[in-house]
T-cell receptor, first 111, second 114 residues
Framework: DAKTTQPTSMDCAEGRAANLPCNHS???????VYWYRQIHSQGPQYIIH???NNETNEMASLIITEDRKSSTLILPHATLRDTAVYYC????????????FGTGTRLTVIP | GAVVSQHPSWVICKSGTSVKIECRSL??????MFWYRQFPKQSLMLMAT?????????EQGVEKDKFLINHASLTLSTLTVTSAHPEDSSFYIC??????????FGSGTQLSVL
């Protein structure tokens, strides 16, 4: 699976949009971009995934660049409960494959 | 959404004893389950992959005789840490997939070996 690069940490004011970038310049044509987050001492939580098109669900939006070498996860109105480590992962869309977790971005939402 | 239940949430044991951690998929059949461990302020590291009815595949450096994995049914996988020692203290997490593109994770088990 392709390697991803994320900033180590970010801060965001409560109520503002949190934009978390991810670089995946070696992504293959059949690899999807997944985002998970892990709140302290809990298991990772699925947020969203996409291939080429931008995606939106009740939790977040995913913006993927046209060349697919980078993407941005957007939390439109960050709350204190969104404080977590956010992992950007690229993998082939095959359920039996593992997810490789990099170091992720530690997002701190500030009151 | 799909739910993966992991039990216990935390366990404290004496050195030399064995500890069993259960991972259950509650509303789907998990053809594949993964076991991870995570040290403080570090990312998840894959330990092994288990498919229902077959032997687990362990990652390099993970002792199969120490970390026994059983995936006897499509809804249950267990990880047994045998003869636990303080260096085995860690956060253990399971995940499961039913074959679609998403992995669902358990809530994790904090193991402390005294």
């Amino acid at each position: 699976d392709a390697k991803t690069t994320q900033p180590t940490s970010m801060d965001c004011a409560e109520g503002r949009a949190a934009n978390l970038p991810c670089n995946h310049s070696t992504i293959s044509g059949n690899e999807y971009v997944y985002w998970y987050r892990q709140i302290h001492s809990q298991g990772p939580q699925y947020i969203i995934h996409g291939l080429k098109n931008n995606e939106t669900n009740e939790m977040a939006s995913l913006i993927i660049t046209e060349d697919r070498k980078s993407s941005t996860l957007i939390l439109p109105h960050a709350t204190l409960r969104d404080t977590a480590v956010y992992y950007c992962i690229v993998r082939v869309r095959a359920g039996a494959n593992n997810l490789f977790f990099g170091t992720g971005t530690r997002l701190t939402v500030i009151p | 959404g799909a739910v993966v239940s992991q039990h216990p949430s935390w366990v404290i044991c004496k050195s030399g004893t064995s500890v069993k951690i259960e991972c259950r998929s509650l509303d789907f059949q998990a053809t594949t389950m993964f076991w991870y461990r995570q040290f403080p302020k570090q990312s998840l590291m894959l330990m092994a992959t288990s498919n229902e009815g077959s032997k687990a595949t362990y990652e390099q450096g993970v002792e199969k005789d120490k970390f026994l994995i059983n995936h006897a049914s499509l809804t249950l996988s267990t990880l047994t840490v045998t003869s636990a020692h303080p260096e085995d203290s860690s956060f253990y997490i399971c995940s499961a997939t039913g074959g679609d593109e998403r992995l669902f994770f358990g809530s994790g088990t904090q193991l402390s070996v005294l």
